[in-house]
């Protein structure tokens, strides 16, 4: 018998990121809003071409990162790291594998790729700046409107990454099965990129968790706890986790995070 997700939907608000390079005040404004109550929103990249090609890049890189991970254990384990804001992971018992790639890497030219993944290194060094950019962007307009105002000048700096980086994952547990329970996510902001439904999302007034649904060409953009915590809770970092869809999950996903280190 086919698998039906038992729960409930949730829908996201949508913010125009070419809305928001524009400075237009409307949808700055909606974005703090929703920043403030919900704290997790779809980012339209579409409208008005503003995705920096980062859709073109991903059919590739899921192909390729797909690869790296169908690979015997013992070549991905070279790719881990003691560093867990870096490197391969895996968990067996819930078919769940990782890879994350370091900014700090990314940016001194020491990132060590899989062959794999070396033949598209261009797009994930693409992907890199395009996701730095958009989150950094959006940090520095939520941390202006805030009230009172957060020093914006600490997310404009994007040669201090910080413990930024860029997660490549699969997951191919039982459908249904919860992968990742109900956690914050440790940063400023996430951005996700995703084929199939995963995120649960706890509604902030009713408690009830619903699924998001895929929209396409609008990855999810949520608040960290590093952001709430800086604006004193003013901006909401939304309770959420990760169940398996029917077929296997191709994630790519960004976290920007200070966590300050030098550089």
């Given at each position: 018998?086919?698998?039906s997700?038992?729960?409930?939907?949730?829908?996201?608000?949508?913010?125009?990121?070419?809305?928001?390079?524009?400075?237009?005040?409307?949808?700055?404004?909606?974005?703090?809003?929703?920043?403030?109550?919900?704290?997790?929103?779809?980012?339209?990249?579409?409208?008005?071409?503003?995705?920096?090609?980062?859709?073109?890049?991903?059919?590739?890189?899921?192909?390729?990162?797909?690869?790296?991970?169908?690979r015997?254990?013992?070549?991905?384990?070279?790719?881990?790291?003691?560093?867990?804001?870096?490197?391969?992971?895996?968990?067996e018992?819930?078919?769940?594998?990782?890879?994350?790639?370091?900014?700090?890497?990314?940016?001194?030219?020491?990132?060590?790729?899989?062959?794999?993944?070396?033949?598209?290194?261009?797009?994930?060094?693409?992907?890199?700046?395009?996701?730095?950019?958009?989150?950094?962007?959006?940090?520095?307009?939520?941390?202006?409107?805030?009230?009172?105002?957060?020093?914006?000048?600490?997310?404009s700096?994007s040669?201090?990454?910080?413990?930024?980086?860029?997660?490549?994952?699969i997951?191919?547990?039982?459908?249904?099965?919860?992968?990742?329970?109900?956690?914050?996510?440790?940063?400023?902001?996430?951005?996700?990129?995703?084929?199939?439904?995963f995120l649960?999302?706890?509604?902030?007034?009713?408690?009830?968790?619903?699924?998001?649904?895929?929209?396409e060409?609008?990855?999810?953009?949520?608040?960290?706890?590093?952001?709430?915590?800086?604006?004193?809770?003013?901006?909401?970092?939304?309770?959420?986790?990760?169940?398996?869809?029917?077929?296997?999950?191709?994630?790519?996903?960004?976290?920007?995070?200070?966590?300050?280190s030098?550089?």
């Amino acid at each position: 018998m086919a698998y039906s997700y038992p729960g409930p939907k949730t829908s996201l608000d949508v913010v125009n990121y070419s809305a928001l390079q524009a400075n237009d005040a409307k949808e700055i404004c909606k974005l703090v809003e929703i920043s403030q109550t919900s704290g997790i929103f779809f980012l339209d990249l579409e409208t008005g071409s503003a995705s920096g090609g980062a859709y073109d890049d991903m059919p590739s890189l899921i192909e390729a990162q797909r690869k790296f991970f169908s690979r015997d254990a013992e070549q991905k384990l070279e790719y881990a790291d003691d560093d867990p804001s870096r490197g391969f992971d895996m968990f067996e018992a819930l078919s769940v594998q990782r890879l994350k790639l370091s900014r700090k890497q990314h940016l001194s030219n020491t990132l060590r790729l899989p062959p794999d993944l070396q033949i598209v290194s261009d797009r994930i060094s693409s992907l890199f700046t395009f996701n730095d950019t958009v989150l950094r962007q959006i940090a520095q307009k939520l941390s202006t409107k805030a009230s009172p105002p957060l020093e914006a000048y600490k997310y404009s700096d994007s040669t201090n990454p910080g413990a930024s980086n860029m997660c490549l994952g699969i997951a191919s547990a039982r459908a249904g099965m919860e992968i990742l329970g109900d956690h914050l996510d440790e940063d400023i902001l996430t951005i996700t990129y995703y084929d199939e439904p995963f995120l649960e999302v706890q509604d902030r007034k009713t408690k009830a968790w619903g699924l998001v649904e895929v929209n396409e060409h609008m990855p999810i953009v949520n608040v960290g706890d590093e952001l709430q915590k800086a604006s004193k809770g003013k901006f909401y970092a939304p309770p959420h986790r990760v169940v398996q869809s029917p077929k296997e999950i191709n994630l790519v996903m960004y976290d920007l995070n200070e966590g300050m280190s030098d550089f």
